[in-house]
């Protein structure tokens, strides 16, 4: 009813191997839940963003008022570093995840898309939410565990891991798209070195995707440029697979006309607030005290089902379907 017409979701292979066939079971019920709702999803199978380690099994990692405070890597830093050291056991495994559940999947009309890998660039997380970790588990100041990986070694290896991940979905034949999306785009503050390094990495993203996708958490101009940049390459529409970050001027009212206009998809980030606590900020891992004045970060509900902003609800109504009926 109210205009969302497709989900995207984040699977690991942590509790791919923990749980088997059951895993795969479970993703097919969700995607019936979503089906049944007339919408579709995209599969998300890998991610860059926050949290190195995985708990033990039942162990919650929950922090209130913390933005994604259980948030895991996918793959954690300790099968990443191996899979980097070159070791069988680590590559083995992540191909067996990737090929499983692609397989499953391949042929799924429930299933629109595979996004590859959430953010492979992204090397800020580790740095964020280390003040707090250190001080939780009595880590000397500054010292993170020694298996993890930071900055440009973490960055080598997960380039190396989403090539390889591109090849293994492929050899699988989904009917399906597979993607990446480009995030970090060069801007005013990069030295020259800076901004062609980014270019080159993605362009590298791009070239390996079958669809272009993007994460944009920035204002309609910069939004509309971003689109206009790459729809030039000529390869289809753009998908916009996160978008929706109120307080950096990233909201459904003012990108949802530039989404229509260039006729790309966008997916929000967030859609109930709950235990992730993407309402507040990604810096709440450094100050809780930031993330209590409005407004909310991400999320378009509360967890009642009641939405955030009623103005925002019609907007997305609009643009998806109300447009569409006028005569």
Request: glycine share 6%; aromatic share 10%.
């Amino acid at each position: 009813v109210a205009g969302f017409s497709a989900v995207r979701i984040f699977l690991h292979e942590e509790l791919f191997h923990r749980h088997g066939m059951a895993f795969l079971q479970d993703v097919s019920r969700l995607l019936d839940v979503l089906h049944r709702q007339g919408m579709s999803t995209m599969i998300v199978l890998f991610d860059a963003c926050w949290r190195p380690d995985a708990g033990e099994p039942g162990e919650d990692l929950f922090l209130p008022g913390v933005h994604n405070s259980a948030w895991v890597q996918c793959p954690t830093h300790t099968v990443l570093r191996a899979f980097g050291l070159g070791e069988a056991w680590a590559s083995d495994r992540l191909q067996h995840y990737v090929t499983a559940v692609v397989r499953r999947f391949a042929t799924d009309p429930r299933v629109a898309i595979w996004d590859i890998y959430n953010e492979p660039t992204m090397r800020q997380s580790e740095h964020l939410i280390l003040p707090r970790l250190a001080a939780l588990n009595g880590w000397p100041p500054g010292k993170h565990p020694d298996h993890w990986l930071l900055d440009g070694v973490k960055l080598n290896i997960i380039l190396s891991l989403v090539r390889q991940a591109f090849q293994w979905a492929r050899e699988v034949s989904p009917m399906q798209p597979l993607t990446t999306a480009v995030w970090d785009f060069p801007n005013s503050q990069d030295e020259e070195d800076v901004k062609e390094y980014k270019a080159v990495l993605n362009n590298e993203l791009i070239e390996l995707s079958d669809i272009i996708s993007i994460h944009c958490y920035c204002s309609p101009d910069e939004l509309e440029r971003n689109l206009v940049e790459l729809a030039a390459q000529e390869r289809g529409p753009v998908l916009v697979t996160e978008f929706m970050a109120r307080p950096q001027n990233s909201t459904l009212i003012n990108s949802l006309p530039v989404l229509r206009q260039q006729g790309a998809w966008g997916y929000t980030w967030g859609l109930f607030q709950g235990r992730s606590n993407t309402h507040v900020p990604w810096n709440t891992w450094l100050d809780t005290e930031i993330g209590k004045e409005d407004p909310w970060f991400h999320d378009v509900f509360h967890s009642n089902g009641t939405a955030y902003s009623a103005e925002e609800l019609k907007a997305v109504w609009w643009v998806s379907i109300g447009s569409q009926l006028r005569l």
